[in-house]
C-alpha cells in the first residue's frame, strides 16, 4: 500500500507539471474573464420591467447566463483526455514500462495509482473552480447591490421606491441552490451529491478503462462511451430535468420523487464503476504479457 501511495504521488505530481496545471489555471483564467464579461453585460431580459432594476441581476442568473457553464465543461474533457494520455504515454512508451510495470509491485496497485491520482487531479480542478465561484460572488454581488440600492422603483403609478436592500435575496447558498450550474457541479444537499459522486466515479472508469483494457477494442470503446454517456445522464442532465420538471409546473411529483431518484441514480452509478474497475483488475492481474 505504500508503494502505492508513493506511485500515485509522482504520477499526480507528473500530470501536474506536464500538462494539469495549463489545463485547470487556462480555465479558471477564462472563466474569470467570462464572469467579469457577464457580471457587466447589459440585461436585456429586464428593459421592459418596471419592477427590477435594469443592472441588477441574481449571482445565479450571472453564472447561468454566461458561457461558465461550457468553459468549465471544456476544460474538464481536456483534463480527462490529459489523464488517458498519461496512461496510454506509460502504456506504449519503453521508458514508461520499465518504469512501472517492471516495478516491485502488482498490476492493481499500479492501476489504483492511476486511480488515486486520476480522482486527485480531479478533485483539485473541482476544489480550484469553487474558490473561483466563491470568490467572485462578492465583488459582483457588491457592485449589483450598491447599484440597486441606488436605483429608483416604480412601484405603482405615481409611487416609487429606493434604497432597497437585496441581499437578503441574494446569498451565496442560495445562488448554489437555484444556478443549475453551480447545483449540479457544486452539490449543496444529498439529492445532488450522491448523482455528482456517481458522475465523476463513472468518468474517471471510462477513462481508466480506454486506457488499460487491450484486450478487445470493441469491447474497450463501447464500456468507455457508456461510462461517459451515463456520467453525463447522472450529473448535469439530471438536474436540468428535474429543473425542466419544476418549471413545467410538476412540482408535487419532484418534491416526493427527486430525493429517492436522485441517490439511487448516484448510488446505481457508483456501483456499476466499482464493477467495471474490478473486471479491469482482475484482466490486468491476468495479463501475461508486460
Not at 134 to 159: C, D, N, R, S
Request: aromatic share 16%; charged share 15%; net charge positive.
Amino acid at each position: 500500500m505504500n508503494n502505492t501511495w508513493k506511485l500515485s504521488n509522482y504520477l499526480f505530481s507528473w500530470f501536474w507539471k506536464k500538462r494539469g496545471k495549463y489545463i485547470i489555471l487556462g480555465s479558471m483564467a477564462c472563466g474569470a474573464l467570462e464572469l467579469l464579461r457577464a457580471a457587466w453585460a447589459p440585461n436585456i431580459r429586464n428593459m421592459d420591467s418596471f419592477y427590477t432594476p435594469k443592472s441588477f441581476r441574481s449571482y445565479d442568473m450571472v453564472i447561468d447566463q454566461s458561457f461558465l457553464g461550457l468553459i468549465f465543461t471544456v476544460g474538464f474533457l481536456l483534463l480527462l483526455l490529459a489523464l488517458f494520455r498519461q496512461i496510454s504515454d506509460f502504456e506504449k512508451d519503453s521508458k514508461g514500462i520499465y518504469t512501472l510495470y517492471m516495478l516491485p509491485m502488482k498490476r492493481r496497485e499500479v492501476y489504483c495509482s492511476f486511480l488515486l491520482s486520476g480522482a486527485a487531479a480531479i478533485a483539485l480542478f473541482h476544489l480550484l473552480w469553487l474558490v473561483l465561484v466563491t470568490t467572485a460572488y462578492f465583488p459582483i454581488m457588491w457592485a449589483y447591490q450598491k447599484l440597486a440600492a441606488e436605483q429608483v422603483f416604480l412601484v405603482t403609478q405615481g409611487v416609487t421606491e429606493t434604497g432597497i436592500d437585496v441581499s437578503q435575496t441574494n446569498g451565496l447558498f442560495l445562488a448554489f441552490q437555484r444556478s443549475l450550474f453551480l447545483s449540479s457541479r457544486f452539490p449543496v444537499s444529498l439529492w445532488s451529491l450522491l448523482p455528482f459522486l456517481g458522475s465523476m466515479v463513472l468518468a474517471l472508469t471510462g477513462i481508466l478503462f480506454a486506457g488499460f483494457y487491450r484486450e478487445n477494442a470493441a469491447v474497450r470503446v463501447l464500456i468507455s462511451t457508456a461510462c461517459f454517456m451515463f456520467s453525463f445522464f447522472v450529473g448535469p442532465m439530471l438536474r436540468t430535468i428535474f429543473v425542466l420538471s419544476l418549471s413545467l409546473g410538476f412540482w408535487w411529483r419532484c418534491s416526493v420523487n427527486s430525493l429517492g431518484v436522485g441517490m439511487a441514480t448516484g448510488l446505481l452509478a457508483i456501483v456499476a464503476a466499482a464493477a467495471i474497475q474490478v473486471f479491469l483488475i482482475r484482466k490486468l492481474d491476468s495479463r501475461k504479457r508486460l
